[in-house]
């Protein structure tokens, strides 16, 4: 897979809150600024020799104007010249193994770490049940606690944390250095099986 940090999810607090773009619009915009020709093949490392190799169809889920949409996306493949192998093409609006956008499950832990609706509200504002908020807390405070390490994981608030990624202009992203740092994705439930590359 090709995990791809956009620049489109750059201050992505202002995008929810003014509900700028629609997911399917940042996939789309991430999409159109990859420069496959220019990148390197994540099983071999040669750069410059992915080709697209067909497309297939997946769904996001986001929320946008108090409502909760489904749509679909068309996610690339790419297969590398050099090694044979293929990839899917993944920017970070979608999650691995998911059809919820980052967006959707910061939207409702912001809503939950906010404290200004109850988890009943929450849950009927965003069409979930108790269960997968509760799963998706959990997960978030796992990778927090990540990210930030023991120390400064107990001085940070799940609150201030969330804000933080979210408000975050800098770039790379404190969710690219996470991806960097562990191999899957801030907020990914299943972590990837690492495949040894023969020498």
């Given at each position: ?5 956009s ?5 992505l607090l202002?995008k ?9 619009e940042?996939?789309?915009?991430a999409?159109?600024?990859y ?31 108090g ?29 691995p193994?998911?059809?919820y ?35 998706w807390?959990n ?9 930030l390490?023991?120390?400064?994981n107990?001085k ?25 740092i562990?191999?899957?994705v ?6 990837p ?7």
């Amino acid at each position: 897979m090709i995990t791809y940090f956009s620049k489109i999810c750059k201050g992505l607090l202002k995008k929810i809150e003014q509900q700028e773009k629609t997911d399917k619009e940042m996939y789309e915009s991430a999409v159109a600024e990859y420069k496959y020709y220019e990148a390197a093949c994540p099983n071999c490392g040669t750069i410059g020799k992915l080709m697209p190799h067909g497309k297939y169809g997946r769904n996001i889920v986001s929320y946008k104007n108090g409502e909760v949409s489904d749509e679909k996306v068309q996610t690339q493949r790419y297969k590398c010249k050099s090694c044979k192998y293929t990839h899917a093409f993944l920017a970070d609006v979608l999650i691995p193994n998911s059809s919820y956008s980052l967006c959707f499950l910061l939207s409702v832990l912001l809503a939950y770490f906010e404290r200004s609706l109850t988890v009943a509200a929450i849950c009927a504002k965003f069409r979930i049940v108790k269960s997968t908020l509760y799963e998706w807390k959990n997960r978030f405070m796992d990778h927090k606690k990540l990210l930030l390490g023991e120390l400064l994981n107990v001085k940070t608030s799940a609150l201030a944390f969330i804000r933080e990624c979210l408000d975050s202009e800098d770039w790379p992203s404190p969710l690219q250095w996470f991806h960097e740092i562990y191999g899957f994705v801030f907020l990914q439930a299943k972590r990837p099986m690492i495949r040894l590359v023969p020498p």
